[in-house]
């Protein structure tokens, strides 16, 4: 019997290396998959031994409990991904979760700022401190560019070419050059020239956005930055780091921007990815038109 310890380092190494997951990704995996070991583990089944009933249980056993159907889908979709590392590795003969059907998501639209509600936002960070001038600088950046808050994080100083006015991001093992608009490149200007100077000591240093300590940027620290300057623009929309990128595209196609041209920014593998924002715009004209025309 193989440990499951070993299943999962092999099925971590299949994430980070051959398929060049994010960490993001891979936690979320190796967290959906440690859960179903639990499970199985509890009736005990081996996990080179489950069969497609087992799967099928565990995720109705998760709709009892009362998740979500997206979390029961991605759950089933982590299993399906960790047998099909165990299929190509030579632990297991077949994928057991292949005919397990997903549980049907109803994709929710994204919520996303108005141009107002943009704005608003960010002039929030005051550039009276090496805080305000970072923080002025990094939401910029994020709805010049509509990038990842862990693509953002992850930015070093060489990824910013500030005389050509585009950033070059690397993720997913693709890299995409995206443009800057000309106050998000005077923001970042002032806060490459005279704030990050100030907070970093190490000359080895290569992020681009530090904390006060000097130190890259956390996720969760840019998570706090921004409902800091949620509450204190007084937005009633609960705002994510992922509204800014959801601003940016809905933004760009409502002023004539081509989907094609939107999924290359974002970075999507896949246009169905990007056209949720053409059905956004569209119900918005619906919602228009029935609050304007008077026969509605």
Same mark, same amino acid.
């Given at each position: 019997?193989?440990?499951?310890?070993?299943?999962?380092?092999?099925?971590?190494?299949?994430?980070?290396?051959?398929?060049?997951?994010?960490?993001?990704?891979?936690?979320?995996?190796?967290?959906?998959?440690?859960?179903?070991?639990?499970?199985?583990?509890?009736?005990?089944?081996?996990?080179?031994?489950?069969?497609?009933?087992?799967?099928?249980?565990?995720?109705?056993?998760?709709?009892?409990?009362?998740?979500?159907?997206?979390?029961?889908?991605?759950? %089933?979709?982590?299993?399906?991904?960790?047998?099909? $590392?165990?299929?190509? *590795? /030579? #632990?297991? !003969?077949?994928?057991?979760?292949?005919?397990?059907?997903?549980?049907?998501?109803?994709?929710?639209?994204?919520?996303?700022?108005?141009?107002?509600? %943009?704005?608003?936002?960010?002039?929030?960070?005051? $550039?009276?401190?090496? *805080? /305000? #001038?970072? !923080?002025?600088?990094?939401?910029?950046?994020?709805?010049?560019?509509?990038?990842?808050?862990?693509?953002?994080?992850?930015?070093?100083?060489?990824?910013?070419?500030?005389?050509?006015?585009?950033?070059? $991001?690397?993720?997913?093992?693709?890299?995409?050059?995206?443009?800057?608009?000309?106050?998000?490149?005077?923001?970042?200007?002032?806060?490459?020239?005279?704030?990050?100077?100030?907070?970093?000591?190490?000359?080895?240093?290569?992020?681009?956005?530090?904390?006060?300590?000097?130190?890259?940027?956390?996720?969760?620290?840019?998570?706090?930055?921004?409902?800091?300057?949620?509450?204190?623009?007084?937005?009633?929309?609960?705002?994510?780091?992922?509204?800014?990128?959801?601003?940016?595209?809905?933004?760009?196609?409502?002023?004539?921007?081509?989907?094609?041209?939107?999924?290359?920014?974002?970075?999507?593998?896949?246009?169905?990815?990007?056209?949720?924002?053409?059905?956004?715009?569209?119900?918005?004209?619906?919602?228009?038109?029935?609050?304007?025309?008077?026969?509605?």
């Amino acid at each position: 019997m193989v440990k499951v310890s070993e299943l999962l380092s092999v099925y971590e190494d299949f994430l980070k290396s051959e398929k060049q997951a994010s960490a993001n990704t891979v936690s979320s995996y190796l967290r959906d998959i440690n859960q179903f070991a639990a499970a199985m583990e509890g009736k005990s089944v081996d996990l080179t031994q489950v069969a497609a009933p087992d799967v099928e249980e565990y995720a109705n056993a998760l709709v009892k409990r009362g998740k979500s159907p997206a979390t029961v889908t991605r759950s %089933v979709a982590s299993i399906k991904s960790f047998y099909s $590392c165990l299929t190509v *590795k /030579g #632990y297991v !003969d077949q994928n057991p979760a292949r005919g397990v059907a997903p549980v049907r998501v109803e994709r929710k639209l994204p919520q996303v700022l108005t141009s107002k509600e %943009v704005e608003l936002f960010l002039e929030q960070p005051e $550039c009276t401190d090496p *805080k /305000g #001038y970072r !923080d002025r600088a990094m939401l910029e950046l994020l709805y010049a560019t509509g990038i990842r808050v862990s693509e953002l994080i992850d930015l070093d100083v060489d990824d910013l070419n500030l005389p050509g006015g585009v950033l070059k $991001c690397f993720s997913k093992g693709r890299e995409r050059i995206i443009p800057l608009y000309p106050t998000a490149i005077r923001a970042l200007g002032e806060y490459i020239n005279q704030v990050r100077p100030q907070l970093v000591d190490a000359v080895n240093e290569t992020a681009l956005f530090v904390n006060m300590n000097g130190e890259r940027m956390s996720r969760q620290g840019f998570w706090k930055l921004i409902k800091y300057y949620q509450e204190k623009a007084g937005i009633q929309k609960d705002i994510t780091p992922h509204t800014l990128r959801h601003s940016f595209a809905a933004h760009l196609l409502e002023n004539g921007a081509d989907l094609r041209s939107i999924q290359e920014m974002l970075g999507h593998a896949d246009i169905s990815s990007t056209q949720i924002y053409s059905r956004l715009i569209n119900q918005k004209i619906k919602d228009v038109y029935q609050k304007a025309h008077p026969r509605a």
